[in-house]
């Protein structure tokens, strides 16, 4: 069979597959947004020989696993199981998947592990960013994408009724399908796992015994193109960059895809996914910030740690902890109007119960801002580059991310999304550009939108900017310096209305009265640093922090 | 799947099956880290674990595997206290579980059913006695990490809450594996696992087809795979019984202390628990190894493993922490 053309075709084909070897593949992450297609989609679900149950991410264990019905068993007197998902095999269908937490990915990961369920992971995310946890969607051996596709394109996809025979794969295909997921930068082996399953499912689909050139050729396009690190073009412009040996060193000798001739599935790969979407993909990969726990952040209201506060009513489930105080409380006034047999002493039912509730931090997000203009450039951004790993180094008690943003030139750019990880940050940092203009009104946005895009993600984010100067290009990148100082105030009144704490670095020699004004519209600390060391740096950042 | 895969049928990864050997035959070694990218068989190797180790002798229905009736809890209300043979457990925590689950709690239906005050245990009660495995660690949230760090350390659980006191013995050997990409451990939980292993997928195409081809085979005919694996881990199973009786008997020579210590001090790993950790774990090749007493050679063998994670991090060095640990290896040894 032949690689699908369009991206329906594709996502049709994916389901078939997951018709035939549902347990094998693992199963489908379908990037779409609501809709008449997703739903002609979703339509052909119910055709699936397999049971399919509806899940979402904020999925009790209860539900997930079984346990106690709670309902049930204070109505009963006495105790109710109910059985989870877990217990019944067939295809699960996730919503809202970029909402998943990785604790819930973790859940669900075991049961893949188990072999005993696949699942459509329904993935809704606008921003490229919005992902369903990395650990899930590595098990899952296909990708595809609805956004965009025309009503017209619908058609109806063919549920085959066919079991994956004994087709056995000739060794030569298998060493096939590994050397072009080691040339695509592929280093998981669950790829050509999940492709070899593809290429038999598509051999059963045709009702062969033998899987064909074709076969391969569509199962590498189904299986490895979204996981593709890098097409063998970039591969040698990479190669040359590599020239610094820290870098050669973080690539161990296992991509000898670099020496191997081209193979006509390497190609096929390239071609199976647009190239926006490609580049969408890389984006999500790279951004991807470890979501964990708990910070200095702001407050947010939970159910599990942090200062306790009043309980109120709800229902009980593993998330959540039960006051039981206060629910016998709000219990003991009716047990006169409450019939109860005679063993039980006192009768509760579902509405009595009261939860605890409790008021706890979220983890903060430091985002550096950093002037990359100007001769001092370099040596500024190098000691914002130490100062961040230095912050970073001593982050894990205070569990902070890092982000570093540089504007130079005519734009800003956004070189280490937030993160918290120090082998991530070696890697983004490694080469940092240098020189030309200051577009401070353009560092600002690039600040604020990673601002926005923390904030949603529950991160509380916190600003240093360091610059030496004044801003000289504006906004639209016309080197005017009037037009440039309104713009930076008019980006620093827009940050200031978010009320963030930001921290003013002044690199420069003498104190400059325009940085002063600048971190008042900002709302923020103007802090004078002549002679930046990274050391300094993160001392007076820490500082102002803590205060 | 019911039977997991064989632990002798993993392709490569020979640090990392040499780590949970090693704790097979010491589990005072204290616990593996591994890290890795995804997809390179570390779940695959824990639960493999599972099926390797030699079954433990427990009373039955014991929610905290105890060896004797004695140790058995009162809370557990356990009346025949017959002995019965149960494979090691190995207990997966799996992330965002709740502090209940994890230490355990009151019987929250028994109370408001029955207002009866019973004890539920938790993960760490049934993780006694064998292994406690945490999937991406580094994601798992703070207030649980400081619960199992003090497990982890004094051996025993304690809860006090709710009206409930209750103590149990929970040594359980912990097993954590994660992506560093994604966040990094604090110094604190760092420290406290006895080895650490950094796996990649393996570099040789022939490698990663064997990986591939076994485990088609394995997906495809599992009972006829663990048939043709079953004599090869059976023999390490006998092997890592033989070494834990030889445990004891390994001798340790001035001079290997020396050594230990030399190496701790010249690279800088901090604390007493490194230099402690590289010496069982020494002791531990050894006796698999079958050799009478400790050589430079076993030191070497676990150097890297016992060694790499306690290095005082310095974040402007470049250099990786195994190649710190070998260079020093090679000038001190």
Known sequence: MTPPA???????????LLAIDPYGLGGLWLRARHGPVRAAFAGALGHLPHPVHKIHPGLSDEALFGGTDLAATLAAGKLVKATGIANKPGILQLTMAERATPGFAARLNRLLDAGTHAILVLDEGAEPDEVPPPALTERLAMFATLDGVPVSAIARIKIPDVVPGAVCLPGEALDRLIIAAASLGIDSLRAPRFATRAACALAALDGREEVTDEDLQTAAAMVYAHRAIRFPQEAEEQQEQTAEPRQAEDQP????????????????????????????????????????????????????????????????????????????????????LRPKPDHVRLAIRTSDIRLKRYEDKSDRLLIFAVDASGSAAMARMAEAKGAVEILLAEAYARRDHVALVAFRGKMAELLLPPTRSLVQTRKRLAALPGGGGTPLAAGLQAALELVLSAEKRGLSPTLVLLTDGRANIALDGSANRAAAAADATRM??????????????????????VLAKLSIALAGRYLPLPRPGAKAMSEAVASALEN | MTQAFPF????????????????????????????????TGKSTAVRALAGLLPQIETVEGCPINAAVPEECPHWADVSPTRLVKRPTPVVDLPLGATEDRVIGALDIERALTRGEKAFEPGLLARANRGYLYIDEVNLLEDHIVDLLLDVAQSGENVVE?????????????????????????????????GLSVEVTSPADIKDRVEVIKRRDAYERNTSTFMKRWRAADTRLRNRILKAREALTSVQTSDEVLAA????????????????????????????????????????????????RHRLRRDPLDEAGSTVRIERTMEEVL
């Open chain 1, 6 to 16: 369009t991206p329906w075709d594709r996502a049709a084909l994916a389901l078939r």
């Open chain 1, 253 to 336: 000798p296992a991509r000898q895809g670099d020496a191997i001739p081209e193979d006509v599935l390497v190609e096929v790969v390239q071609a199976a996914l647009p190239p926006d979407v490609l580049a969408n993909l890389a984006h999500a990969r790279t951004s991807r910030a470890a979501k964990g726990s708990g910070g200095r952040g702001q407050v947010r209201k939970g159910n599990r740690r942090g200062r306790p506060l009043p309980s109120r009513p709800g229902r009980i489930s593993s998330d959540n902890r039960p006051d039981l105080v206060a629910t016998m409380r709000t219990a003991v006034p009716w047990q006169g």
């Open chain 1, 492 to 513: 620093a009144q827009a940050f200031a209305t978010r009320a963030l704490p930001v921290l003013v670095l002044d690199t420069g020699t003498r104190k400059s009265a």
């Open chain 2, 8 to 39: 002798s049928a993993i392709v490569g990864q020979h640090e990392m099956k040499q780590a949970m050997v090693l704790t097979a035959i010491d589990p005072m070694i204290g616990g593996v880290l591994v890290f890795g990218d995804r997809g």
């Open chain 2, 161 to 193: 809450r709710e009206g409930l006191s209750i103590r149990h013995a929970a040594r359980f050997v912990l097993v954590g594996s994660g992506n560093p990409e994604e966040g990094e451990l604090r110094p604190q939980l760092l420290d406290r696992f």
């Open chain 2, 260 to 307: 230990c210590a030399t190496l701790c001090a010249t690279v800088g790993a901090d604390g007493l628990r490194g230099e402690l950790t590289l010496l069982k774990a020494a002791r531990a090749q050894a006796a698999f190894e079958g050799e009478p007493e400790i050589g430079v050679s076993h030191l070497k063998a676990v150097g890297g493993l016992a060694l």
